[in-house]
């Protein structure tokens, strides 16, 4: 199957206008997977509580998910996109996961990044996997992926895709992920962005761009460039990631020895 991110600039507060730009870069494309950045059609760098109330969006019947569940059907493709989530009086950093067929899944980011701590709640669905006609897809956000849980969890739960859309700042991440993927023997689409964003006066942040597809052996199939805006496609065979044998001994995942991993599950003591 084919597997496509799109990297690109969002222009912060312009829903309309970056929507366009997804539906022109997508256009010409026949994909069965698509991934977009986190917060893809807000922009990031929020500076108050306000203005995340008024950017933020239920997932069901919300601006960016309808846009979203329309792109979906018209290209037959599944989407996982990044956005600003409103539940009541709690926001989230969400993903969705949508296909063809409708609304599937939100994941809510369970690792939030510096200053997402002042105006986001930690995410509480936790780590989930959807079974799809394009096979088994899970999510994780940006910053989730400097905890070898999230992936590892994802994994243990069957993902054969993780999906991981992103607004990286730190540097380590695009060559950190054939790791993950190795270890855990799963494939990853990274969307990030790219840009500047300055909304705070002397807090710029430039987004490193790089987004790429990493198969479960930790082939970097496809990565873009810093600085670009751009729609990359790659094949994928996600039925590959099922397979965790590394010889005829040793499996990623049967091989783990839990009754020694108790303190992963307590506060850290040091
Ligand atoms: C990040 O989690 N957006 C760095």
């Given at each position: 199957?084919?597997?496509?991110?799109?990297?690109?600039?969002?222009?912060f507060?312009?829903?309309?206008?970056?929507?366009?730009?997804?539906?022109?870069?997508?256009?010409?494309?026949?994909?069965?997977?698509?991934v977009?950045?986190?917060?893809?059609?807000?922009g990031?760098?929020?500076?108050?509580?306000?203005?995340?109330?008024?950017?933020?969006?239920?997932?069901?019947?919300?601006?960016?998910?309808?846009?979203l569940?329309?792109?979906?059907?018209?290209?037959?493709?599944?989407?996982?996109?990044?956005?600003?989530?409103?539940?009541?009086?709690?926001?989230?950093?969400?993903?969705?996961?949508?296909?063809?067929e409708?609304?599937?899944?939100?994941?809510?980011?369970?690792?939030?990044y510096?200053?997402?701590?002042l105006?986001?709640?930690?995410?509480?669905?936790?780590?989930?996997?959807?079974?799809t006609?394009?096979?088994?897809?899970?999510?994780?956000?940006?910053?989730?992926?400097?905890?070898?849980?999230?992936?590892?969890?994802?994994?243990?739960?069957?993902?054969?895709v993780?999906?991981?859309?992103?607004?990286?700042?730190?540097?380590?991440?695009?060559?950190?992920?054939?790791?993950?993927?190795?270890?855990?023997?799963v494939?990853?689409?990274?969307?990030?962005?790219i840009?500047?964003e300055?909304?705070?006066?002397?807090?710029?942040?430039?987004?490193?761009?790089?987004?790429?597809?990493?198969?479960?052996?930790?082939?970097?199939?496809?990565?873009?460039?810093?600085?670009?805006e751009?729609?990359?496609?790659t094949?994928?065979?996600?039925?590959?990631?099922?397979?965790?044998a590394?010889?005829?001994?040793?499996?990623?995942?049967?091989d783990?020895?839990?009754?020694?991993?108790?303190?992963?599950?307590?506060?850290?003591?040091?």
């Amino acid at each position: 199957m084919r597997a496509a991110f799109y990297q690109f600039n969002p222009s912060f507060g312009k829903k309309e206008e970056n929507v366009k730009k997804v539906l022109s870069a997508v256009k010409d494309i026949k994909v069965e997977l698509l991934v977009l950045p986190e917060f893809f059609a807000t922009g990031y760098q929020f500076v108050s509580a306000d203005e995340v109330a008024e950017l933020s969006e239920p997932v069901s019947g919300g601006y960016t998910t309808e846009f979203l569940l329309d792109l979906s059907r018209k290209k037959g493709s599944y989407i996982v996109a990044g956005l600003a989530e409103k539940d009541g009086s709690i926001f989230y950093n969400s993903a969705v996961l949508i296909g063809p067929e409708g609304f599937i899944g939100v994941y809510r980011k369970t690792h939030l990044y510096s200053e997402e701590n002042l105006y986001f709640t930690p995410g509480d669905t936790g780590f989930q996997v959807w079974e799809t006609s394009i096979g088994r897809i899970g999510i994780m956000i940006c910053f989730d992926w400097f905890f070898p849980e999230a992936m590892r969890s994802l994994a243990l739960l069957g993902a054969e895709v993780v999906a991981h859309p992103a607004n990286l700042v730190m540097p380590s991440c695009p060559d950190a992920m054939p790791l993950r993927c190795l270890e855990n023997r799963v494939y990853a689409v990274t969307a990030n962005r790219i840009g500047i964003e300055e909304r705070k006066q002397g807090h710029p942040l430039t987004f490193i761009g790089q987004s790429e597809v990493v198969t479960p052996r930790g082939k970097i199939l496809i990565r873009a460039p810093r600085d670009e805006e751009v729609l990359m496609v790659t094949e994928i065979d996600p039925a590959t990631a099922r397979d965790k044998a590394l010889n005829t001994f040793n499996d990623v995942l049967k091989d783990r020895r839990p009754e020694h991993y108790g303190s992963l599950h307590d506060e850290r003591k040091m």
